[in-house]
Nanobody, 127 residues
Framework: QVQLVESGGGLLQAGGSLRLSCAASGRTFSTNAMGWFRQGPGKEREFVAAIRWTGSYTFYSNSLKGRFTISRDNAKNTLYLQMNKLRPEDTAVYYC????????????????????WGQGTQVTVSS
């Protein structure tokens, strides 16, 4: 079992930055690929970014690459998402996810590849 708890969300103006954290518990954190998804108002949950357990490989949604950076600290069992130059359309609930063992990069975009989800943290960007 892996338990995930996100934090760091909030309300900010367009152009600002925010760093989300996801604290994980459970013995498998360091061996799972991890990811971030988001769900905006009236929208489906969509892929944001993923990172392999070594932290050496990262994968991003094409529309977000360059503004968002995913990282992890296995010693602290924590996943991060640094978000810069935020826009009103980034408003969403952001979820961290632990992927199923053996998930490859082809599966990172798929919600069905996640074995565990956090409860989500709200990010609201005003214009």
């Amino acid at each position: 079992q892996v338990q995930l708890v996100e934090s760091g969300g909030g309300l900010l103006q367009a152009g600002g930055s925010l760093r989300l954290s996801c604290a994980a518990s459970g013995r498998t954190f360091s061996t799972n690929a991890m990811g971030w998804f988001r769900q905006g108002p009236g929208k489906e949950r969509e892929f944001v970014a993923a990172i392999r357990w070594t932290g050496s490989y990262t994968f991003y949604s094409n529309s977000l690459k360059g503004r968002f950076t995913i990282s992890r600290d296995n010693a602290k069992n924590t996943l991060y998402l640094q978000m810069n130059k935020l826009r009103p359309e980034d408003t969403a609930v952001y979820y961290c996810a632990a992927y199923r063992s053996g998930t490859t990069s082809d599966g990172y975009r798929q919600r069905s590849s996640a074995a565990y989800w956090g409860q989500g943290t709200q990010v609201t960007v005003s214009s």
